[in-house]
């Protein structure tokens, strides 16, 4: 079973910006839609970012504008630029399949934004 390796997180200002990768093995990545998900201290886990296998995205409300996901399949690496990072951003990012989380859920990458 296939547990993917997130990287890139930090500390930052807000205004600031970031760039996570999330790397998985498997021939299959190329096929899967993929997502970018958060969980911030004492809430639930959302997805903020997705990119299915043919290029579509779609983004959280709350970072459209801001975050962008892309992906190499070449590297089985999924991205996301984060720009204009905000105090409510900060959480544990992870990367996984959807709309099944197929991988195993990875350890994230911690995000902190300081106001």
């Known amino acids: 079973q296939v547990q993917p390796v997130e990287s890139g997180g930090g500390l930052v200002q807000a205004g600031g910006s970031l760039r996570l990768s999330c790397a998985a093995s498997g021939s299959a990545f190329r096929l899967y839609t993929m997502g970018w998900y958060r969980r911030a201290p004492g809430k639930e886990r959302e997805l903020v970012a997705s990119l299915t296998s043919g290029g579509g995205t779609n983004y959280a409300d709350s970072v459209k504008e801001r975050f962008t996901i892309s992906r190499d399949n070449a590297k089985n690496t999924v991205y996301l630029q984060m720009n204009s990072l905000k105090p409510e951003d900060t959480a544990v990012y992870y990367c996984?399949?959807?709309?099944?989380?197929?991988?195993?859920w990875g350890q994230g990458t911690q995000v902190t934004v300081s106001s």
């Open positions: 996984n399949t959807l709309p099944l989380a197929f991988y195993y």
